[in-house]
């Protein structure tokens, strides 16, 4: 495999592609470099590269002329996707580098050919794009001072890929990204080192039970750094059952909710009791039950609006509903019955043996005389305590019930000019936003 490699600095990569691994392929002929100067490709006295940007503004940007000069030398033809291989641009602003992607770069091709353009100063210009077709590459949401070090990342975590280039083959297919997971933590000798042990599984010598541990601590270790990476790794239902058992996904029980109609807002903003929804008690309690919540309580102190709870959940969760639709039942045992904000506050106290924290939530900055607490706040005080979302129905909650509450949470679209989310959607994003585990 071949890079060329386009940099103002060639002698950045002197010592990272003269050592190690990379250093042991150059030898082997797996992989070689070219490095291309576009100072080369000047004819003025100084070797010009860049230039003030137009419209103004701080820095540099590189001229066209030297790297598109640069470009042709090596065999691409401006508005043509003629070329030696494939061209990246290495940018702050490009798509991730991601292990897929690193793979599909490695393996395109038996003796693939890779040209790699290393921007700096405030980037390059426009046009270069335009006239020679490039995927951009960046290797995370930070600006270095250049393309070189992601370059260097790019060339390592590919040419690791490429065939003969590990002593071991297996390396390459444990670790972390390749089952889509991230390693599992490695030990070696002593077995005891500043009083900590090596984990008892991995001294069995019994090959099952150590991959079965090695597995479940890759799951652990991508719950807690890389959630979002899990849903695409999951293998196996013994996978999801593992994962469900973790303390770490039982935190939605900490996390309650409660449905408010009394005191809410009217139409006039004047504080009122408003009426119960079958579609709003059904839908949040079957997201309440997806998300793992503890408890859902519908507070009114209304003694009729009560009845009525009752016989929806007496058919939905003992009648014909729980027969037929036993899911439906599932998801209604969370509902509470309550006549306020105070007695859902002493049933989840005594049932958790924990004083709760009270958040309101506002589809617009109501609670604003509360402490802003924001969704990963939340999920941080669900690891200490329960917490009580409340929902207000109406026009939201009334100013009496906000000031029950210890604090509140931020709108869900603030800047939209439309904003009138169904309250049982809104609790369904708000508990994926706090919750946040399969993203
Ligand atoms: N050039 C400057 N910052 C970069 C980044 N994060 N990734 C790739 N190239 C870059």
């Not at 038996?110 to 020679?132: K, Q, S, V």
């Not at 609670?367 to 802003?372: E, F, K, M, T, Y």
């Not at 709108?411 to 585990?437: E, T």
């Amino acid at each position: 495999m071949h890079f060329n490699i386009i940099t103002l600095f060639p002698e950045f990569f002197d010592g990272p592609l003269n050592c190690g691994l990379l250093q042991r392929a150059r030898e082997l002929g797996l992989i070689s470099f070219s490095f291309l100067n576009p100072r080369d490709q000047t004819d003025d006295a100084r070797r010009t590269v860049d230039d003030r940007p137009y419209g103004g503004g701080p820095g540099m940007v590189m001229m066209p002329k030297p790297l598109s000069l640069t470009l042709q030398s090596l065999g691409f033809a401006p508005h043509s996707e003629e070329g030696p291989g494939p061209l990246i641009l290495l940018t702050a602003a490009g798509r991730p580098l991601t292990q897929q992607k690193a793979g599909r770069l490695a393996l395109d091709s038996e003796n693939p050919c890779l040209t790699l353009i290393c921007g700096r100063y405030e980037g390059i210009d426009a046009r270069i794009e335009e006239l020679f077709p490039a995927e951009t590459v960046s290797i995370g949401d930070f600006v270095l001072n250049g393309g070189e070090a992601a370059a260097l990342c790019l060339i390592e975590t590919v040419a690791r890929l490429r065939p003969g280039f590990m002593g071991h083959a297996e390396s390459g297919v444990e670790e972390s990204f390749s089952s889509g997971l991230l390693e599992y933590p490695q030990y070696t000798r002593p077995e005891i080192f500043e009083g900590l042990a090596v984990p008892k599984t991995l001294l069995c010598g019994d090959h099952k039970r150590i991959s079965v541990w090695r597995r479940q601590a890759s799951l652990c270790a991508t719950l807690e750094k890389r959630p979002e990476l899990l849903p695409a790794a999951l293998r196996e239902s013994v996978d999801s059952e593992f994962i469900l058992s973790l303390p770490e996904t039982k935190l939605g029980r900490n996390l309650n909710c409660a449905l408010v109609h009394y005191p809410v807002l009217d139409r006039e903003e004047n504080s009122s009791a408003s009426s119960l929804t079958n579609l709003d008690i059904h839908d949040i309690a079957r997201s309440s039950c997806s998300y793992g919540l503890g408890a859902f309580y519908v507070l009114s102190p209304l003694a009729d609006q009560r009845e009525l709870l009752r016989d929806i959940l007496r058919y939905w969760t003992k009648g014909r509903g729980a027969r037929s639709n036993p899911d439906r039942a599932k998801a209604l045992a969370l509902v509470r019955e309550g006549k306020d904000i105070a007695e859902a506050r002493a049933d989840l106290e005594k049932v958790s043996g924990h004083k709760a924290l009270l958040v309101a939530t506002s589809a617009r900055n109501s609670g604003a005389s509360l402490p802003g607490i924001n969704f990963a706040e939340i999920a941080e005080e669900l690891r200490k305590r329960p917490v009580l979302l409340l929902f207000g129905t109406g026009h939201g909650l009334a100013p009496e019930a906000l000031e029950l509450c210890d604090a509140s949470a931020p709108p869900l679209r603030p800047v939209n000019g439309y904003n009138h989310l169904s309250v049982r959607a809104a609790a369904a994003i708000m508990f994926d936003r706090i919750l946040n585990d399969w993203r």
